[in-house]
């Protein structure tokens, strides 16, 4: 079994920032990758940025990047995403999720909030 939590979500205004923290816990040994969601209301979970612990490849959808900047430490089983220069249009409920042989498994999602 393997548990995520996420961390760090919240209300800011346009412009500003927040870091959204998410730790794996369990049988972690085989972490492969780890990757950030979101979804909207009314729209459907969409992958933000994703981070490879077997290449150190990182990926990030084209509306995030040069804003938002994804790291990990394979060791920790843990991940985190720094938002910048936030938008309204990126408020949703962001996941985070853990691909562990080829099975993903997901957290509860925190709310993020961009007040324009």
């Known amino acids: 079994q393997v548990q995520l939590r996420e961390s760090g979500g919240g209300l800011v205004q346009a412009g500003g920032s927040l870091r959204l923290s998410c730790a794996a816990s369990?049988?972690?040994?085989?972490?492969?990758?780890m990757g950030w969601y979101r979804q909207a209301p009314g729209k459907e979970r969409e992958l933000v940025a994703r981070i490879s612990y077997d290449d150190g490849r990182n990926y990030y959808a084209d509306f995030v990047k040069g804003r938002f900047t994804i790291s990990g430490d394979n060791s920790k089983s843990t991940m985190a995403l720094q938002m910048n220069s936030l938008k309204p249009e990126d408020t949703a409920v962001y996941y985070c999720s853990a691909r562990i042989v080829a099975y993903d498994y997901w957290g509860p999602g925190t709310q993020v909030t961009v007040s324009s």
């Open positions: 369990g049988s972690t040994a085989r972490l492969s990758s």
